[in-house]
């Protein structure tokens, strides 16, 4: 299976809740894709403006080609994610959450890349807390054996990405 292939196969899946774009370049590199999703729930009573409670939930979804990717091309590409991903969080006091996500298809991921990947965490909290906090989600799809890896916060999209290769 080719890089464009899996991609194909992953993006009708975020079709219906994300806004995709496509050919997206941020800085020196060039995403095939980027999604971003908005959610806000609110409680209020009788009328709008009686508004009890509301929070907002997002995620900025970063999709990124390698053939082998080095240690140092990975950590520039997470970089550049985590920066791009932190620029669009507008915290705020009903902020809840933000993901920064980002998923990397490779052809083949060498050890040191994995170990990085795995051990890779980044959590920002905006005020305490009181205007949210932020996650930073990384997977990544090894085309040569089929496997998928991911740090802790990715493990979520980890049934996903796996389910494309059954």
Not at 80 to 97: N, W
Not at 117 to 145: C, E, P, Q
């Given at each position: 299976?080719?890089?464009?292939?899996?991609?194909?196969?992953?993006?009708?899946?975020?079709?219906?809740?994300?806004?995709?774009q496509y050919?997206?370049?941020?800085?020196?590199?060039?995403y095939p894709?980027?999604?971003?999703?908005?959610?806000?729930?609110?409680?209020?009573?009788?009328?709008?403006?009686?508004?009890?409670?509301?929070?907002?939930?997002?995620?900025?979804?970063?999709?990124?080609?390698?053939?082998?990717?080095?240690?140092?091309?990975?950590?520039?590409?997470?970089?550049?994610?985590?920066?791009?991903?932190?620029?669009?969080?507008?915290?705020?006091?009903?902020?809840?959450?933000?993901?920064?996500?980002?998923?990397?298809?490779?052809?083949?991921?060498?050890?040191?890349?994995?170990?990085?990947?795995?051990?890779?965490?980044?959590?920002?909290?905006?005020?305490?807390?009181?205007?949210?906090?932020?996650?930073?989600?990384?997977?990544?799809?090894?085309?040569?054996?089929?496997?998928?890896?991911?740090?802790?916060?990715?493990?979520?999209?980890?049934?996903?990405?796996?389910?494309?290769?059954?």
């Amino acid at each position: 299976m080719t890089k464009e292939t899996f991609l194909q196969k992953l993006l009708p899946s975020y079709e219906s809740c994300f806004d995709i774009q496509y050919n997206v370049c941020h800085g020196s590199i060039e995403y095939p894709a980027t999604a971003q999703f908005h959610s806000r729930s609110e409680k209020y009573i009788l009328v709008r403006s009686a508004k009890i409670w509301a929070t907002e939930m997002n995620e900025y979804a970063y999709f990124a080609f390698a053939d082998v990717p080095t240690l140092d091309s990975f950590q520039s590409l997470k970089k550049d994610v985590l920066q791009s991903g932190l620029a669009q969080i507008k915290p705020h006091s009903e902020h809840m959450y933000s993901y920064v996500s980002l998923i990397l298809v490779a052809d083949l991921l060498p050890q040191e890349v994995i170990k990085e990947i795995k051990k890779t965490k980044y959590h920002k909290t905006f005020l305490f807390s009181f205007h949210g906090w932020m996650y930073l989600r990384i997977a990544a799809v090894d085309l040569s054996n089929g496997k998928v890896y991911s740090n802790q916060r990715g493990k979520e999209l980890l049934p996903l990405l796996q389910n494309i290769f059954s």
